[in-house]
């Protein structure tokens, strides 16, 4: 899960830069305002890649798609970008846990099979 999530959060980083680049033309915003709440966004993109395998690491996750979708407001765009990555959010835990327990059943099943060889021997 961690990969996918990870991919997922990274590609969001990108988005959230260039999202940040449009949001600079609007007269009403201020520079620093941009770059403030867009490299809050991205630090948080980064450090999620980092606690995704941690309790509330997922969780945190939606609350950034949340965020991502909102941030239409001010790029109208932002809500279909942000929809859509909030659909690669939901594939990635969502396959990223099934590909988890392939994962373990897959080292259960090895495991088995290394025991039962040692006690043929």
């Known amino acids: 899960m961690r990969t996918l999530c990870s ?3 990274i ?5 959230i830069g260039f999202a940040a680049l449009v949001a600079m033309k609007d ?3 201020s520079s620093a305002t941009v770059w ?3 490299g809050v966004a991205m630090l948080l993109c980064v450090l999620l890649c980092g606690v995704i395998s941690r309790p509330g690491g997922v969780v945190l996750g939606w609350a950034l798609q949340i965020a991502l979708i909102a941030s239409g407001v001010v790029v109208p765009m932002m ?8 659909a690669l959010w939901w594939a990635s835990v969502h396959f990223g846990r099934k590909v988890d327990e392939a994962k373990a059943r897959f080292a259960a099943q090895a495991a088995e099979a290394g025991s039962s060889r040692a006690d043929a021997a």
């Open 27 to 29: 007269p009403t915003l």
């Open 7 to 9: 991919s997922t959060l």
């Open 36 to 38: 403030t709440v867009s």
């Open 79 to 86: 809500y279909f970008m942000g929809a859509v990555f909030a």
């Open 11 to 15: 590609g969001e980083f990108f988005v």
